[in-house]
């Protein structure tokens, strides 16, 4: 199911503003010193579009670092769930590819009810990347720069015009009921699509194949002496599970304000040693490196096993948040040049 | 895009309101606590429930009784973290909160016309209580049952009470500790010592195994070592767990989850994922 | 959802950070991407920094002590109260009888005006804070040596260095984004050399690691300088143009051959020539130096060596080549700009200068006390001779963080009057008989300076809980309560009077900070950009001058009864008292309880097995906690974080004081260990399984 428009630049904000009615329109903006953060939107005009990667990813919207639960006065209990509608605008399709693969995570087997309202009350519109930066590795594994499938409103940008595609019912229902904004493509737009496609695949400057990784690791070619070299310089921040958009590990704490108790969760992260700790003190994961090949093997080696896919959609936050550079796209990179040397010494002994 | 719709009936995370009808001491540490629910409960052997103390948070703790009486819940829990010293606080009367039954169950049907073998140490004979029962509720479909019960001292040694009515129903049950103390006739030293004790047809038995993780792997090895299939042998293993649905990922050991996944695993799986 | 910019309340990184804010609470934090400190990273303590803002524990409303306990009162009352009696204490006891403590995690306007409120309202000078404890060793030594004491560097400078010297810093922890650019320099291929007992985590990073003795730091110095000079690897030319009195200096240096400084310290005399070299060959070397140095009774020598050894090479005064003292709260480097110190004003102006303290007089239409007054240390002992009868104390927690604890309780039970202002309950309220409860760094406006001397903007993001205000406001009330009005909107008016009294503060303005991550002072005038490194063509002095040291062993060194020294300091994933971050989830759960780390040879032979119960005792005291057996130690030495009441560290320490700047010798105290009596069956099981 997708359908497809174009949409004159000069349309979108009112287009925006009509979305605002029903929900809080969140995108883009541009702080002073030049950070670009996600917020509610006030002045639509103000939405910045040449998007770098946000710090942090939309994650924060379905899956928040703090978030109530509960709240018990007495021996009742309120179920705290946020219902309001979102639309989360300016978001990337490695992000959207995120969003899908956690929604398998917290919807599977036991439904996270936290997740689950918050979910169905978001709207996402995302934007083909044209101009990915630097630390993006998306294109090698399918995760962008663009979607084919599986999105709720995806826009590519083809200069003074947007060609707007929406593939579930909420997208499609944002845009039928202002139609008459939007316009049939023609031949012509697909041909410019094509184009931007192109190169935007082009432009990045990352090549990582995370599946030769992986064949790396299973075949036990990367040795316990790399990964210990890996985790030394680890500074046990937690960066990299907070800013990535598949890390969904959380802890609840319990706090008492006078006679109300509030029972919240708030992000956690496997690279903490007292992550594990048992009742009584004692830490299985004590070793730094430990906890680091835990991180690395769940995505690179168990994600594919169970899910099918890697636990990692190249959206290169990791490696803006890691102060001691051991993110996940320059680790691979060595595992990589481990890989490249080995067939080197296969070659020569030939 | 496709938004699932949502089908659940109620809050995963949402604790029900249970009473404390009694509580006896075991231990110097361990208190049994049986616990009356407001809505009716099954479970099987080896499942554990979140336990709820408000204002302080939640644990994992192990059913040791059958679900006989579906409001009652029976759990013996030791003191030694944040919650469960909470818990030892509270009074007869007062409220207890938990949800469950989470994790997977022993396979209990595996011991039908089979030797079986429990191995307990501490605290870890709480499930294989539940487990016992079980074995005494299908009394006649088993054969052997022998129990290896080791604590570091006698007076830690739990559900004193209950051996006679177990050996009544014919349960070898052979006792050891670390350090005796007076009046002890029975075994010092670990309970993979006290392998003679049990005269068994090791390739055709089952074990169900619980304890500390150095004990379970001591115990495992040797089962092994004897000929017994690593698939009859059964253990369930402990880990930090904050929702107990595989959600906050603290259990979370090699591809698997200990709360969903497991806890119980056998030994062909703990080697499998290198549980252990 | 709004995103508040705003500064890390934790170390004097300065990270810059959005709190993320939804219907009025706070639930998340994220890093700043352009930022020129953290550029996009943050540390543990950063990721969770928004935790303890909305804890249950939060101070909400003022208290008065009735009848032995603190009972709620209103804001009136308690603002009446404390007037009255701080009036009815001047006029029994002298304007000197009330000591006050601003505090180094306020902001420059507040610390502005409390230090205002000392002088023109108490009419005392007996102000200080925490910096005393930290860095007054620098204050005063880089103040002599220079004319400046703060970091000369900026963090931005650091991944281009070719050198990196860090002596007494355990960087990747205390700093964590400042050893950030110190990795990535030493990517790029720069030399990393690490000067410390402990085997510290950046240590892992070091071409060269120095473990000498504690308490040697002057010694190995002078060893390294003995080798520059004798290799001929001084900077002639810059000794001759920008400094004075080395010939003097020169003596005494010669003293020190490797030879004999490996004696004093334990450090191969090789190694003391390796660094030497390296260090005296490369113009782009940067050193850095914090509480390793500073913290011992020879604090101020130590810190003199180090401008000595800078200016021998002559790495100062340009970019990526300097004397980087790391500073450490958020904002102790604001405090001592704002002269919340006993004998200046703000800029260092010292209040034993006439035209200065006339200006202020001016400023302020009071007169002002002319005698310096008295430092953190000797309000204690002046409390306990009956001098010291109130107390004000400001976002500081004496009761943990002081020396010889056991002696502080003591003045403080003696106390007439205490007035604490802070955000949570702490030790020293205990002893408090008025409480007033403030606003933390998400609840208002101002302005945070960071070690490189860096003013940024923190921004109110929610209100206070209950009836907290800022401490800015509660100063405000309490003075003019006294009969000293004070009216200010907002904080920006505040910091306009800062900017008009303080020559390096006086362009810095509110308006300018908004755009961008601050101002570095010195920014004398509205137009000027700020100042990325310090001494650039000019030392602030003039002349920088070479100052004679000579090494002194510690105040306490171990004998028969007690042979171990013990080094106290902080760990990663807490910071100081504890008040926050022992309020946040994980960090708590990762640090849970306190240790202390002995060698193994130690270890074994005082029978103590890793992770058993220690007891340990000073002549001062003792306390008992977990041993840790690790090799980050070595022989002869012992570390305790002093973050935990219930083992505080600093029970064991000694109040020895450094002559000159009175920072207590915190690094090196004489202790004895024992093993607790324990069940020995503990872990028999697991001992008799691994036997099999």
Redesign the interface.
């Known amino acids: 199911m997708s359908s497809e428009w174009i949409l004159d630049k000069n349309h979108l904000s009112y287009w925006l503003r009509q979305l605002r009615k029903e929900a809080d329109l969140i995108g883009p903006l541009r702080k002073p010193g030049g950070d670009i953060v996600f917020e509610s939107i006030e002045r639509i005009h103000e939405i910045f579009l040449d998007l770098p990667a946000l710090i942090p990813g939309p994650k924060e919207f379905l899956f928040p670092q703090y978030e109530k639960l509960f709240n018990k006065r007495d021996s009742k209990v309120e179920e705290l769930s946020i219902k309001r509608k979102r639309v989360v605008f300016g978001v990337r399709s490695c992000d959207v590819s995120a969003v899908r693969l956690l929604d398998r995570f917290f919807l599977d087997r036991f439904e996270d009810p936290f997740y689950s309202n918050r979910r169905a009350n978001t709207l996402l519109i995302s934007i083909v990347c044209n101009n990915p930066e630097p630390t993006c590795f998306c294109a090698g594994i399918g995760t962008g720069p663009y979607l084919r499938e599986d999105y709720d409103i995806q826009l590519t940008d083809l200069g003074e015009r947007y060609l707007v595609q929406a593939a579930s019912k909420q997208g499609i229902r944002a845009i039928k009921a202002y139609s008459f904004i939007f316009s049939k493509p023609t031949r012509t737009d697909y041909d410019d699509q094509f184009e931007v496609q192109l190169s935007a695949m082009a432009r990045f400057q990352k090549r990582i194949s995370l599946e030769r990784v992986r064949s790396m690791i299973i075949t036990g070619k990367v040795r316990d002496t790399f990964w210990e070299k890996v985790a030394t310089r680890c500074f046990e921040c937690g960066g990299c599970v907070y800013e990535c958009p598949l890390c969904t590990c959380f802890t609840v704490i319990d706090r008492v304000f006078g006679d109300e108790i509030e029972r919240a969760r708030i992000w956690d992260a496997c690279l903490f040693k007292g992550f594990t700790r048992l009742a009584g003190g004692v830490l299985p994961n004590e070793r730094m490196v430990m906890r680091t090949k835990r991180w690395y093997y769940h995505k690179l080696v168990h994600y594919p096993e169970v899910i099918g896919s890697f636990g990692c959609v190249g959206c290169g936050r990791c490696t803006i948040v890691c102060p001691a550079k051991i993110d996940m796209a320059t680790v691979a990179i060595k595992i990589k040049a481990l890989a490249d040397n080995e067939e080197k010494i296969i070659e020569q002994k030939e | 895009m496709k938004r699932r719709s949502s089908n659940r009936k109620n809050n995963i995370y949402l604790p029900i309101k249970g009473r404390i009808e009694s509580i006896v001491p075991l231990t110097e540490d361990v208190n049994f606590y049986r616990i009356r629910s407001e809505k009716p409960l099954s479970y099987g052997v080896g499942q554990f429930f979140m336990v709820s103390v408000w204002g302080y948070g939640e644990v994992p703790i192990s059913v040791c009784s059958l679900p006989e009486k579906p409001e009652i819940l029976e759990l013996s829990i030791r003191k030694v973290g944040f919650v469960t010293n909470a818990i030892h606080r509270l009074k007869e009367g007062d409220e207890l909160w938990f949800r469950g039954p989470y994790g997977r169950a022993f396979p209990m049907e595996l011991s039908i016309n089979r030797d079986v073998i429990l191995i307990a140490g501490g605290i870890g004979l709480a499930p294989l209580r539940a487990a016992i029962h079980w074995l005494i509720k299908h009394r006649k479909k088993v054969r052997h049952i022998s129990l290896l019960y080791g604590a570091k001292t006698p007076s830690q040694l739990l559900y004193r009470e209950e051996f006679t009515q177990w050996e009544k129903e014919g349960i070898k049950v052979v006792l050891t500790v670390d350090s005796p103390e007076d009046g002890w006739t029975a075994n010092i030293g670990v309970v993979t010592t006290l392998w003679h004790h049990i005269d068994v047809d090791f390739k055709r038995a089952v074990a169900y195994i619980c304890g500390p993780p150095v004990m379970i792997n001591a115990s495992m090895l040797d089962l092994y070592r004897f000929g017994m299939p690593l698939s009859n042998i059964i253990t369930t293993l402990e880990a930090h767990m904050k929702c107990g649905v595989g959600k906050c990922g603290h259990c979370y050991a090699s591809e698997k989850y200990i709360c969903t996944d497991g806890p119980v695993f056998s030994y062909e799986e703990i080697k499998r994922y290198r549980l252990l | 959802?709004?995103?508040v910019?705003t500064v890390c309340p934790y170390c004097g990184c300065g990270c810059?950070l959005?709190l993320?804010v939804?219907e009025g609470?706070?639930?998340?934090?994220?890093?700043?991407?352009?930022?020129p400190v953290n550029r996009?990273?943050?540390?543990?303590k950063?990721?969770n920094c928004?935790?303890f803002i909305q804890?249950?524990d939060r101070l909400r409303t003022p208290l008065i002590r009735k009848n032995g306990t603190l009972k709620e009162a209103t804001w009136e009352e308690a603002l009446e109260y404390t007037a009255r009696r701080l009036q009815e204490i001047i006029s029994l006891y002298g304007n000197d009888s009330i000591g006050v403590l601003g505090s180094a995690k306020c902001t420059n306007e507040e610390n502005y005006l409390i230090m205002k409120f000392t002088r023109a309202v108490l009419g005392t000078n007996n102000i200080d804070h925490c910096a005393r404890l930290c860095h007054s060793s620098t204050v005063g030594g880089l103040a002599a040596a220079f004319g400046s004491g703060a970091m000369t560097n900026s963090i931005s400078e650091i991944r281009d260095a070719r050198v990196i010297f860090v002596i007494g810093s355990n960087t990747?922890e205390q700093h964590?984004?400042i050893?950030?650019h110190m990795?990535?320099a030493v990517?790029k291929g720069a030399t990393l050399i690490v000067a410390d007992p402990r085997k510290t985590k950046i240590a892992?990073f070091a071409s060269i690691h120095l473990r000498h003795r504690s308490g040697t730091d002057v010694a190995l110095l002078m060893g390294i300088m003995n080798v520059i000079l004798g290799e001929r690897l001084v900077d002639r030319e810059f000794v001759m143009r920008r400094t004075e009195n080395l010939e003097i200096f020169e003596n005494r240096l010669r003293e020190f051959t490797p030879d004999r400084v490996e004696k004093l310290t334990g450090v191969p005399a090789s190694d003391i020539r390796k660094v030497a070299r390296v260090y005296a060959a490369e113009k782009r070397s940067m050193l850095f130096y914090a509480m390793g140095i500073t913290q011992h009774i020879t604090g101020v020598d130590n810190v003199k060596a180090l401008a000595n050894l800078v200016m021998l090479t002559g790495h100062i005064g340009l970019p990526m080549s300097g004397l980087n003292p790391l500073r450490g709260q958020n904002n102790v480097q604001g405090a001592c700009d704002m002269g919340v110190l006993p004998n200046v004003y703000t800029g260092y102006q010292k209040v034993t200068d006439p035209k200065a303290r006339q200006k202020f007089e001016r400023a302020w239409r009071r007169r002002l006390p002319e005698k310096p007054g008295l430092t953190v240390v000797e309000m204690t002992e002046a409390i306990l001779d009956g001098k010291l009868k109130a107390m004000y104390i400001m976002g500081e927690n004496p009761l943990l963080s002081d020396p010889d604890l056991n002696q502080v309780v003591k003045a403080f039970e003696k106390l007439q009057f205490l007035i604490v202002q802070d955000i949570f309950p702490n030790e020293t309220i205990e002893f408090a008989d008025v409480v007033f409860p403030a606003a933390s760094f998400a609840e208002k406006n101002g302005t945070f300076t960071n070690t490189e001397r860096r003013v940024q903007l923190i921004r109110k993001a929610i209100p206070p809980p209950g009836d907290a205000k800022a401490d800015w406001q509660i100063i405000t009330e309490l003075s003019t309560a006294m009969g000293y009005p004070m009216q200010y909107r907002d904080t920006y008016e505040i910091m306009e009077e800062i900017a008009l009294l303080t020559p390096s503060y006086g362009g810095i303005l509110h308006y300018r900070l908004?755009?961008?991550?601050g101002l570095q002072w010195p920014c004398p005038d509205r137009k000027h950009p700020g100042t990325p490194y310090l001494h650039r063509k000019k030392f602030a002095r003039g002349l920088g001058t070479f100052l004679t040291v000579d090494f002194k062993l510690p105040e306490e060194m171990p004998d028969d009864n007690y042979p171990l020294i013990l080094t106290t300091g902080r760990t990663?994933f807490h910071y100081h008292t504890g008040t926050m971050c022992r309020r946040t989830?994980?960090l708590e759960?990762?640090?849970?309880e306190p240790f202390v780390e002995i060698n193994p040879e130690d270890a074994e032979a005082l029978e103590i097995r890793d992770r058993s119960r220690v007891k340990i005792s000073s002549r001062r005291g003792s306390i008992t906690l977990m041993a840790i057996v690790t090799e980050r130690v070595p022989k002869g030495i012992v570390f305790v974080p002093f973050h935990f009441r219930e083992a505080a560290a600093n029970i064991l320490t000694s109040a020895a004081l450094d002559p000159e700047v009175k920072i207590p010798e915190y690094k090196v105290s004489a202790v004895k260990i024992e093993p607790e009596e324990t069940e020995k069956?503990l872990k028999?099981?697991?001992k008799?399984?691994?036997t099999?």
């Not at chain 3, 609470?25 to 930022?35: F, Q």
């Not at chain 3, 759960?589 to 849970?592: D, F, G, L, Q, T």
């Open positions: 959802m709004l995103k910019l810059g959005y993320h939804e609470r706070i639930i998340g934090v994220s890093p700043s991407r352009n930022h996009g990273t943050l540390c543990i950063g990721w928004y935790e804890h249950p990747t964590p984004m050893a950030m990795l990535e990517d892992e908004e755009e961008g991550y990663y989830t994980v759960r990762e640090e849970p069956i028999t099981e697991i008799a399984f691994r099999r």
